[in-house]
Every structure is written in C-alpha cells, then in structure tokens.
C-alpha cells in the first residue's frame, strides 16, 4: 500500500460571510490548497466533499472551480466530517486506485442558533427532560469528569484562558482577544459549567487538504510535504448511558489506540496536538483519552503550563475551535491545517519550535471520532 | 362525570406506562442474553451484545438512583424556560435517565454528584399536543435526608 502525503492545504480565515456561498467558500479553501501543492484542479482524480448542513456541495465546488467529470462522493458525519474526508481520501490513495485527491469541508453557519437535536417525542422535551443543547451536553460530559477526578469550574475556565491567548497569535482565528479568567468565569453562564467564553462559535468556514501518493509526492517534491502515519476512525461502542448522555470518551480513546499502533508513534513522541474544544469541559477529558497523560492527571497537565505556548506538548496552538470558530464540516481538515502548519514551520509567531510530528483530533456527537498523525516529510 | 373527564395524561417516553387508573409507572425493556437495558419499546436486536429479539419488560423494584452528572442551564433553544438543572440519573434497579433535576437550589453549591435521588413521574409542565392532551413526564428530586 503507498504512503500518503499532504501535498496542498489551506484554510480560509473562519468568520461570517454572509453574501458568499458555501460552494464559494469551499472553491476559496480548495484553490488554496491547490496553490499550496503547486496543481491544478485538473490533477486531481477524486473528491472527498464534506458538508453538514448543504447536500452535494462537492459538485458545486467543482462548478466554481473546474468541472471534469471526476468521482465525487459527498458525505456527513457530524463534527467529524472534514476529517473523514481527509480519511476517504487517504484510504482511496492507500488503495492504488489514485495519485491525487482532494478532500474538503465547507460549512456556513451565520444565523444558526445553538445546535443541538431534542428527544423525539409528540410535546418539546427540552426543558422538560433536561437540556440536549451541545452547551449543556459538553458540560454534563465535563461535571462527570470533575465527579471523578475533582476538577473545578475553574480549571474549566482555564482551558478557555489559555485557547484564547493562543489565538492572539494566529490571524485566521475568528475571535483573536485575550480572555483572563476572570472574564471567562464572569461571562455570561451558558450551560454551568461553560460559560459564553468555554464555548466555540458557530462560524462560516473552508478547508481542503490535496492528498497525494507516495510516488506523486516525490514527483512534486517532498519539500515541504506532510507524510500521514496514521488515520483513525471509530465510533461509539454500546455504553449504558448513551445516548441518554453521548459518549465523547470511547470513540476518542479507540481511534487514538488505532492512531498510535498504525504508526508506531508514542504520545511522547508528540510536539503538538490540535483536539475538539468544541467546549471548554471537553479539552481536558482529550488529555487523558488521547494519552497526552494518565488517568486524572489532565488538570495537572494544563495547570503546569505543558499544553500552553512554549510548553512541552501545546494543544490548541490554533487558539482552538473556541477562538478560531467551528464550522461544522470544515473543522477536522482546519486541525489538520495548523498541525501541517507547525511542521512546515510556518506557523510564525505561534511556532511550536522545531515540530517533528503532530496528532490532529476530532469528535463527532452521535458519536464518532477522528484522529490523524502526521509526520514532517 | 362525562368522559373527557376521564381522559387520561399520555406517557411523554416509550418507557412511562399509564394504567387505566391513571396511575403512572417505568416500564423499560431489558434483553435476556446480556441484561441491558433499553428505553425503546420496539427493539428487534440488542446493542450491546447483538441479540435478536432478546428483550422483555422490565419494571424496576425502585425508583431510587444517583446523580451522576448534571448542568445548570441557562441559556437553551428560543422560548424554553430557564434556568433548569439538566441531569444524568443512574437508576440502582433500572437504566440511566436523562431528566430534569428539581426540588433543589440551582446552584453548583447545593448539588452534590453521586447524591441519591428519585424518579418522579408528573405532569408534563403543562405541555400539550396538537389535539389538547397532557403527558407525563420523569423527574429527579432529590431523596429527602432521614
Ligand atoms: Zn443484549
């Protein structure tokens, strides 16, 4: 099976672009990368469309940019999608079917509301049966793990200081401001214990990534290529209280164990991990179902100042999806962008000094789970 | 009386079983060959362990359970009230249940995770169907200290 590289990536800055399509977003992403791996629409052989909220948004990406005849397969899997993408393409090179393929995820979310699929019943169960908004399900996911390990409201908050203060450092994030804890922990309390700021925001957003075979690869030359040492997908096996409350936990856990036995690669080996802080509560459980530390000790992890700036294993170098913004579809392929971006060494001021290998997470509710690592060529 | 006096509330989940009474009462399905639970009435095969056609009803001997996470909410979908304790209840004879907790304070201070608590079966908070009829609903409150 060839190895797979990412020859081309980009990401549009995230934001609120309420005269543009999301097929013009995408085509924006998608050129972007393009440029990026030095092709042409016109190599690429397949594509991997992600779109949560328009069907067949790959088609109308094409239309903006060149329409050939080619495979498109458009698909959905919750906050995971743009990941999957990247994974179909992946496999579809690691197959021998194809050299070049582009995947991308493309949301526009100006105007929604808060997200989140109340129980079906014949009367409105939200209220009534508790709250099946994402604010409230991330914090209930959250009060299990202080119930467990003790973790406060505070370290909590925490997550949100230290995610904004990176994004000061990266211009395509969508909120780019310094957030102390006690502007965090005094905003507006959404779903105890995430407040407005340990929330991420519903944005309009693009991403694609240009995957290539090996011997592409090395045709183009593998200068400023990304090799992917691991692609992982799982979803939630059967636990007693899901769907009731969704399991955030065991999807990531498998898909990480996958992740770290496809490559051969240690938690340690890592310099920086993105993962979904789709809300404050969650980084901290990821600490622990990623393996960037034992059981309990995740608090101690960020409190220690090893996943900020200049620590020994950043998270969120990005300022995450809680100051970049979470386009639904776009978000696993923007992670991607920004671990890709650390290994170039290209990150500028947010550099993760001489950056070798990066995992990149995400998580799907309903539930599913994406985790890639990626190795400098 | 006249017989839409008699109309009886309607279950707000598969698992709530009102009996000719009026009496409310949890009925789940739990499966045979690996013991799950499930809140649906209409399985054909068991998520868990796979088998088919392995689940009987199941009415749990108590209605006690514990706390086992929760959220305050207080800002939800436009025009559900707030604020309102979202919880998440492991019940000691049956599955868990997501619910609202109340007949406490809402704030983090008096709830405490693993306190033990009730299912309560009561009137949906006045919401109704199209056709006018009330439900009933599952809430959790917590169990009164001796
Ligand atoms: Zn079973």
Redesign the pocket.
Known sequence: MSDVYIAGIDMIKFGRYPDKTPALLGAEAVLGALDDAGLTIKDVQTVYSGCVFNSMNGQKILQQVGAFGIPVTNLSNACATGATAVRDAWMAIRTGDYDVVLAVGVEQMTGMGMLGGPRASAIPTEGLMGSASMPATFAEAGMEYAAKYGATFENFASVAVKNHHHSTFNPKAMLQKETPLEMVMGAEMIAYPNTKFMCSINVDGAAAAILVSERKAKELGLGRAVRIRASALASDPWQERNPQMPDINSATRLSAQQAYEMSGIDPSDLDLVELHDCFATAELLHYENLQLCGEGEAVRLLEDGETTIGGRIPVNLSGGLLSKGHPIAATGIANLYEVCTHLRGEAGQRQQPSAKIGLAHVVGLGTCSAVHILEKA | MTDTDLALPLPAMPFIKVEPNGVARLEFQK?T??S?FSLETNRIA?G????RG?FVAHQPETTTGTLHSYSIVHRSFPGVAVPFVSAIVDMDNGPSLKGNLRGIAQDPESISLGMAVNVVLDDALNRKDDQGNSYVSHFFEPVAAK
Do not use: F, H, L, V
């Open positions: 499966c060959a690996c799950a068991c868990k362990c796979g088998a392995s």
